[in-house]
């Protein structure tokens, strides 16, 4: 095999190494491919010492790279005795894995403030690669994925295709440290969290029901058929994400509901209508062995993820089945891993779909953040629409996840996390609430989204609301046992926000 057939496996692999890529300073760098069984591999990175491994006999291999401090303009050389390949404008930085589904997956094209972007200069040190959208074995060879699968840079004609959020995280990040930054895209729209976990993990918690749902779907289907009917249908391909479609022009900015509802009447059953089959990238544990093990264990900081919304069926378990998750991934990378989230922004109504849910499973998002070790939330409680589940303007959040990781993970002196309710308590002229990370606690202009019901579920009115250092203050007549509740609704506006305008996330609490 020659070096270019070499680079072709190599990206028809899905693994995320090739030219321009960024490498993880500062920790051993995991490097791994195929090859011939008992062969030799030489790896080399700029002047080092080679590194030397041997191809097992199931042809795969797998070493690392001692670590770097952050360094551009390098090059990457692998060789057997047969061939040699060499990436070109190698840098070492910091890297993060990009999760989740559309709005992660959500393009710079689509992203309504795009143009401030775009007529940027190019900027070297903001690199991403988007790994191939495939479902199953063997669909990279079936299709053209050339438009996936590389390490894309900051140039006009590559920034559209980065996800909005990794661009806007990766931007900031950099900018607080000056090194490069690179981000792996691993993210496919409509997908629940169990797409990207193991059938173990789902298994050994509350996930199960997931995959117990799968199975009776498949008992009812002639799975061979199925099978090859999805695999012969080209529009099960994602093989151009920029193309135009009812889906892009769904994901575009500024499209009225009603040419909403004219486009999902024109698309039809495609989008209202379908089975979750064998081959499907929606079924349990789908992608987590078609996408992310092709990725692992490529060393990384931490990851990003902006999930959730397609977990509206089971709303209750989010928390167990997105911390098994996180604990999947982590084995996965045999080691603890930093997870940096965004919390659901408010949503109304979109293609039949609602936020009837949302309440539970931001809930759900914050008890996360509250028990799983290294996990991080970030508020999108400004960013939402409220007849579109994607919202349309993604640097808030992409920023916010950077905020968190500046001050969680580098230790800067940032206020990362978002205003969070820590207690409450009855007053003389009403109630107050406490809250974590609420420096600079103001209110803006609008309504407050709060909701206060007596202990028999009568809507009790409040006569004011102001701020008192880290306290909200509520003037009323509140009895004990009323049930208090901020922002928990599908959709909702929150003028309520701290010094660095972070706002406050949902919650609800029975006043004592």
């Given at each position: 095999m020659d070096g270019d057939n070499l680079q072709k496996a190599l990206l028809e692999a899905g693994m995320p190494f090739g030219d321009h890529m960024v490498l993880q300073r500062q920790k051993e760098i995991a490097i791994w491919g195929t090859g011939r069984p008992g062969s030799t591999v030489e790896i080399r990175l700029a002047g080092d010492e080679s590194v030397l491994t041997t191809v097992a006999s199931d042809g795969t291999w797998s070493t690392s790279l001692p670590p770097h401090e952050a360094d551009r303009d390098l090059r990457l050389i692998l060789a057997d005795e047969l061939t040699r390949i060499e990436f070109i404008d190698v840098a070492i930085g910091e890297v993060w894995i990009a999760g989740g589904q559309s709005n992660m997956e959500y393009f710079l094209a689509f992203d309504a403030d795009r143009r401030d972007v775009l007529n940027r200069p190019a900027h070297s040190d903001i690199r991403y690669f988007d790994?191939?959208?495939?479902?199953?074995?063997?669909?990279?060879?079936?299709?053209?994925?050339?438009?996936?699968?590389?390490?894309?840079?900051?140039?006009?004609?590559?920034?559209?295709?980065?996800?909005?959020?990794?661009?806007?995280?990766?931007?900031?990040?950099?900018?607080?440290?000056?090194?490069?930054?690179?981000?792996?895209?691993?993210?496919w729209g409509g997908t629940p969290a169990c797409a990207w976990m193991s059938e173990q993990c789902l298994d050994a918690g509350e996930g199960h029901i997931w995959l117990e749902e799968h199975r009776t779907v498949l008992e009812g289907l002639d799975v061979d058929q199925d099978s090859a009917e999805y695999r012969a249908d080209p529009a099960n391909a994602v093989t151009d994400p920029l193309r135009l479609s009812v889906l892009t022009l769904l994901l575009a900015p500024g499209l009225p509901r009603l040419a909403q509802k004219a486009l999902v009447a024109l698309a039809g059953r495609r989008?209202?209508?379908?089975?979750?089959?064998?081959?499907?990238?929606?079924?349990?544990?789908?992608?987590?062995?078609?996408?992310?093990?092709?990725?692992?264990?490529?060393?990384?900081?931490?990851?990003?993820?902006?999930?959730?919304?397609?977990?509206?069926?089971?709303?209750?378990?989010?928390?167990?089945?997105f911390g098994s998750m996180i604990r999947c991934w982590r084995d996965l990378w045999r080691e603890e891993i930093p997870f940096l989230f965004a919390q659901l922004a408010p949503f109304g109504e979109?293609?039949?779909?609602?936020?009837?849910?949302?309440?539970?499973?931001?809930r759900q998002q914050q008890i996360v953040a509250d028990t799983v070790p290294a996990t991080w939330m970030a508020s999108s409680s400004d960013a939402g629409l409220r007849w579109d589940i994607h919202p349309k303007r993604k640097e808030s959040i992409g920023e916010r996840l950077a905020l968190l990781a500046r001050?969680?993970?580098?230790?800067?002196?940032?206020?990362?996390?978002?205003?969070?309710?820590?207690?409450s308590r009855r007053t003389r002229d009403g109630m107050e609430m406490r809250f974590a990370e609420a420096d600079g606690l103001r209110l803006g202009r609008g309504a407050v989204p709060l909701d206060v019901r007596s202990p028999s579920g009568r809507s009790i009115s409040f006569t004011g609301v102001r701020v008192e250092g880290d306290r909200l203050a509520v003037s009323g007549s509140f009895p004990p046992g009323s049930v208090v509740s901020f922002a928990w609704t599908g959709y909702y506006d929150v003028p309520l926000v701290n010094g660095v305008g972070n706002p406050v996330t949902p919650f609800r609490f029975e006043l004592r």
């Open positions: 790994s191939p959208r495939t479902s199953y074995e063997g669909q990279l060879e079936e299709y053209d994925y050339s438009r996936f699968g590389f390490w894309r840079t900051s140039t006009p004609e590559d920034l559209p295709y980065f996800s909005a959020v990794g661009y806007y995280f990766a931007a900031q990040v950099q900018a607080s440290l000056g090194v490069p930054v690179g981000v792996v895209g691993c993210n989008l209202t209508e379908f089975t979750v089959g064998p081959l499907h990238p929606w079924r349990p544990a789908g992608l987590y062995e078609v996408m992310l093990r092709r990725i692992a264990p490529y060393t990384t900081r931490g990851v990003i993820w902006y999930q959730g919304e397609s977990d509206a069926p089971h709303p209750e378990i989010y928390a167990d089945v979109w293609l039949g779909a609602t936020g009837e849910a949302f309440p539970e499973l931001r001050d969680h993970v580098y230790g800067q002196s940032v206020h990362g996390s978002p205003p969070r309710f820590l207690s």
